[in-house]
């Protein structure tokens, strides 16, 4: 069983920053990517950022490009989102996920990110 564990979110101003992690624990084996969707209030949830294991390549969606970085530490089995020039549209529940080749995905409890204009 694999636990993601998400920390980071808060409340934040207009061009500021955050930084969340999620930590995965428990049989990891069979991983290939993690990532970041949000969803804000009545509106569904999106793709924010991705990270694979293969090449260490990484996907964002256009709204974050050049403002928010994925990065990830094998050791720690730990994924982070580096969020930076934060504006009120950013405001969600982020979520983050764990891909496995058994085609299963695991989710994360959420995390709020409020950014107040």
């Known amino acids: 069983q694999v636990q993601l564990v998400e920390s980071g979110g808060g409340l934040v101003q207009a061009g500021g920053s955050l930084r969340l992690s999620c930590a995965a624990s428990?049989?990891?084996?069979?991983?290939?990517?993690m990532g970041w969707f949000r969803q804000a209030p009545g509106k569904e949830r999106e793709i924010v950022a991705a990270i694979y294991w293969s090449g260490s390549s990484t996907y964002y969606a256009s709204s974050v490009k050049g403002r928010f970085t994925i990065s990830r530490d094998s050791a720690k089995n730990t994924v982070y989102l580096q969020m930076n020039s934060l504006n009120p549209w950013d405001t969600a529940v982020y979520y983050c996920?764990?891909?496995?080749?058994?085609?299963?995905?695991?989710w994360g409890q959420g995390t709020q990110v409020t950014v107040s204009s």
């Open positions: 996920y764990l891909d496995r080749t058994d085609n299963t995905r695991i």
């Open positions: 428990g049989r990891t084996f069979g991983s290939y990517a």
